[in-house]
């Protein structure tokens, strides 16, 4: 996968891409991040990219034209580049969505700033992503959740395959609670059952918490997520002993 970062602050990325889990998957060339000035595209003497609105107000707004030519230049080489635009405006970057850019080739991820962009920007966008309602000062730290959500996903990044595949959202239901060593901390025991060696029972257990921390935290995920006879039978007695019967 191909992530190419269309920014006016490219230095914002370099520790966030040199660490960790990404930063691992950058070295060992599994994903490629390439990070792209939207200056080096500006055009005149002052290489400028942002100017007054039209019709006036308060702020800058970002130029269409050099994000524009930073687009083509990479869409000429690569059609499949997936243009995204990072904005408070699109659509929310949820674990599905995630899952359905991580299936394509190379994205193209747009940071905005100031005021944000000139419209006109649309024309080379294919998809519109927010990060959540609340209204960021620019699109840079929008743009690495979604390498950092998009990157996990690809094959080995995450060391051991399937390791995402219990996580929070990737079955539509919260995960179930996770411990590690010592097997008491301050008088606080690890539930017997995860000691057992009894994977059969480790797994009920796990669907059964993982169920009951999503109708206590999330009880909107519950009508998407893709429930069995027995989740439905399991739900329906955890509501009734909420309700005291
Ligand atoms: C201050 S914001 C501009 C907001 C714009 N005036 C509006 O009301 O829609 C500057 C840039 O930050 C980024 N940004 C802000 N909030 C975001 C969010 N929730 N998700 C993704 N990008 C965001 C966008 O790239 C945006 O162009």
Known sequence: MIFDIL??????????????????????????????????????????TDDYPYGGGRGMIMKAEPIICAVRAITQRDPAGHVVLLTPQGAPLEQERANQLAERSRLILVCGGYEGIDERIRDVVDEELSIGDYVLTGGELAALVVVDVVARLIPDVLGNDGASADDTFSHGLLEFPQYTRPREFEGKKVPHVLLSGDHRAIDRWRRYEALRRTLERRPDLLPKAPLSEEDVQILGELEKSSRGE
Do not use: C
């Open 7 to 48: 920014t006016l602050f490219p230095e914002m990325f370099r520790s966030p891409l040199e660490h960790s889990i990404v930063g691992r998957a950058v070295h060992a060339g599994l994903i490629e991040v390439n990070l792209i000035n939207i200056r080096d595209y500006a055009v005149g003497k002052h290489l400028i």
